[in-house]
């Protein structure tokens, strides 16, 4: 074999490598973030957040799981270890969910958002940040890092219940929408008179009392 057909024979064979490769990656091969190219490889169905995956999770009537991490957060790699890489929560959350990832160092108001749903439910934050949705993005359950059995069971009962009764989930989440509100008119006017410091503690500390941490509050 002569040089020419050398170098031809080892292009086509990367060629072949790298269309075995891209067949075994989500959409998230297409970002420029490094955090979500570490996950291009998971064997969940990964896609990145913007308008066409929001619209396609609206027409579909799926649950919409976002998950939000950052490169240097140690708990965000420990749970792509443990759950986002394994194949039985994988089968779970391809079949009836549409499953975004979100780097907070590029989307912060993403993250802003679902952290104040995080922290109304549990009263805590932190990353890696999960939430599941609503077909229209409001949130309705979530939490920071889940061990793989609690994940999967998580997302089982979300689905069945919404399923079953999806007005209830409907009703939660607007409940949930409206503190995320109320938690951003806090922090707009807290120099204002509209609200005074005293209210803004009483109106948020009301609506934690309403967000127990678990789906069961939502049975």
């Given at each position: 074999?002569?040089?020419?057909?050398?170098?031809?024979?080892?292009?086509?064979k990367?060629?072949?490598?790298?269309?075995f490769?891209?067949?075994?990656?989500?959409?998230?091969?297409?970002?420029?973030?490094?955090y979500?190219?570490?996950h291009?490889?998971?064997?969940?169905?990964?896609?990145?957040?913007?308008?066409?995956?929001?619209?396609?999770?609206?027409?579909?009537?799926?649950?919409?799981?976002?998950?939000?991490?950052?490169?240097a957060?140690?708990?965000?790699h420990?749970?792509?270890?443990?759950?986002?890489?394994?194949?039985?929560?994988?089968?779970?959350?391809?079949?009836?969910?549409?499953?975004?990832?979100?780097?907070?160092?590029e989307?912060?108001?993403?993250?802003a958002?679902?952290m104040?749903?995080?922290?109304?439910?549990?009263?805590?934050?932190g990353?890696?940040?999960?939430?599941?949705?609503?077909?229209?993005g409001?949130?309705?359950w979530g939490?920071?890092?889940?061990?793989?059995?609690?994940?999967?069971?998580?997302l089982?009962?979300?689905?069945?219940?919404?399923?079953?009764?999806?007005e209830?989930?409907?009703e939660?989440?607007e409940?949930?929408?409206?503190?995320?509100?109320?938690m951003?008119?806090?922090?707009?006017?807290?120099?204002n008179?509209?609200?005074?410091?005293?209210?803004?503690?009483?109106?948020?500390?009301?609506w934690?009392k309403?967000f127990?941490?678990?789906?069961?509050?939502l049975?």
């Amino acid at each position: 074999m002569n040089w020419i057909n050398f170098n031809c024979l080892l292009i086509f064979k990367r060629s072949i490598l790298n269309a075995f490769l891209l067949l075994h990656m989500n959409e998230l091969h297409k970002e420029s973030s490094p955090y979500l190219l570490q996950h291009a490889s998971n064997p969940i169905h990964w896609k990145a957040w913007n308008t066409e995956t929001l619209q396609k999770a609206k027409e579909n009537n799926t649950l919409i799981i976002v998950s939000i991490g950052y490169a240097a957060c140690h708990w965000c790699h420990v749970m792509e270890h443990e759950s986002f890489e394994d194949e039985a929560v994988a089968k779970v959350m391809n079949a009836c969910f549409t499953c975004i990832k979100v780097d907070r160092e590029e989307r912060p108001d993403v993250d802003a958002i679902y952290m104040k749903a995080i922290q109304i439910m549990t009263g805590q934050g932190g990353w890696p940040l999960n939430v599941v949705c609503l077909p229209n993005g409001k949130p309705v359950w979530g939490g920071t890092y889940f061990r793989k059995n609690d994940w999967i069971n998580a997302l089982q009962q979300l689905q069945q219940l919404y399923e079953t009764n999806p007005e209830k989930m409907i009703e939660y989440a607007e409940k949930l929408h409206e503190g995320i509100q109320i938690m951003g008119i806090v922090q707009k006017n807290n120099e204002n008179t509209f609200f005074s410091e005293e209210k803004m503690v009483d109106l948020i500390t009301k609506w934690q009392k309403k967000f127990r941490f678990g789906i069961w509050w939502l049975c």
